[in-house]
């Protein structure tokens, strides 16, 4: 079975910081573009960090210089460090396996995804 299985979501205020992680099982973690992505209620998927194979990270103009991600593909896991969080950062938090290069509206478009965690960022 193909796993993604995140963790490290939960409440912060703003300003806070928080690190996701991601642990991939079932496939060959070391060779696939991995992504997180999230998305608010009421609000369409938001791709917010890459990372390619060999560790070379992308990000949005949105998450430049707040988030910061990071594989380990001895571990098979996935990380996302997020400092200075604002209340619009709120929102499911998910990893998912698939071209960095390609842009998704939806999860099930990506190779595989996990079930998410949950961020919420209020004071």
């Known amino acids: 079975d193909v796993r993604l299985v995140e963790s490290g979501g939960g409440e912060v205020p703003p300003g806070g910081s928080l690190r996701l992680s991601c642990v991939g099982a079932?496939?060959?973690?070391?060779?696939?573009?991995m992504s997180w992505v999230r998305q608010a209620p009421g609000k369409g998927l938001e791709w917010i960090s890459g990372?390619?194979?060999?560790?070379?990270?992308h990000y949005p103009d949105s998450a430049k210089g707040r988030f910061v991600i990071s594989r380990d593909n001895y571990a098979n896991t996935l990380y996302l460090q997020m400092n200075n969080l604002e209340p619009e950062d709120t929102a499911m938090y998910y990893c998912?396996?698939?071209?960095?290069?390609?842009?998704?509206?939806?999860?099930?478009?990506?190779?595989?995804w996990g079930q998410g965690t949950q961020v919420t960022v209020s004071s």
């Open positions: 998912a396996a698939g071209p960095i290069n390609l842009k998704y509206a939806t999860l099930d478009e990506y190779v595989f």
């Open positions: 079932g496939f060959i973690f070391k060779n696939y573009d």
């Open positions: 990372i390619y194979p060999n560790g070379e990270a």
